[in-house]
């Protein structure tokens, strides 16, 4: 049975999806971007600063699933500029201790709203 997970942490889902599913034991958290979700709007500042709100939107879900960073296997980042990597992993680095998840980084053409990054991520409940 699949678990829709829900969290007013982190921005709505703006189209057909859930936030996170969870099925299995396994939370599939829907892509984040640096949106606020008080304002609805994509924060100001830079590559650095959307990073840092994209992945505490993705901390938001996690914890409404009863999960933080250390439950996560694989992340995939959509980088609109693969320029920005460096900056990115150094503040990926700051929300991931070892063992590291499993990680994609790609390059995309555009993300929704103009973001600069999104990132998703896959994690498992401990029993």
Do not use: W
């Amino acid at each position: 049975m699949k678990n829709p997970i829900h969290t007013k942490s982190a921005p709505a889902a703006i189209g057909p999806y859930s936030q996170a599913v969870e099925i299995h034991g396994a939370v599939y958290c829907s892509g984040q971007i640096g949106i606020d979700p008080e304002t609805g709007a994509i924060v100001k500042g830079g590559i650095e600063i959307e990073a840092r709100r994209a992945l505490q939107n993705l901390g938001e879900v996690l914890n409404a699933a009863g999960l933080d960073f250390d439950d996560v296997v694989k992340t995939t980042i959509f980088l609109a500029d693969l320029a920005d990597f460096e900056v990115v992993n150094h503040i990926y680095g700051e929300h991931f201790d070892p063992p590291y998840p499993a990680r994609s980084t790609v390059q995309a053409a555009a993300l929704p709203r103009k973001a600069r990054i999104e990132i998703d991520a896959i994690a498992m409940k401990r029993h």
